[in-house]
């Protein structure tokens, strides 16, 4: 069977192809990594990704004191989450999260307190430097 341009002709493609496999890749971790990061609790390094959690980490951990953790905090983990698997979100900083975050709580009009974003900020932050 001929083909027309021989197999040069295909180099580019090939390398395009290569270039979408490569970005899939990173989103695939990228998404592993956002998957198994816990904001109550991380996951331990013994603990298998394929075996059934125990009944301990099913229940939600006892508030030691303090005001108990709003339920917006989870609908802006879920957006940042999503902000960052899609790539709208690339942070270059900590700070740069924590931005992310004040305008995700001041478009839907939630007053949040800077210690408490700065560290949750904070905490994210580690966990994407200690991923790449």
Known sequence: MATMGGPERFGSAKNAADEMLTDLKMRMFRELEIERFSFVRPLSPKTSDTASPPATLLTAPKNKGGKPLAAHWDAMWADIA????????????QKQIKDAMFAWFNANGIDAGDTAVTDRARQLWQKIEAAQ
Do not use: M
Request: charged share 15%.
């Open 82 to 93: 999503v902000q960052l698997y899609v790539g709208d979100l690339q942070p270059k900083s």
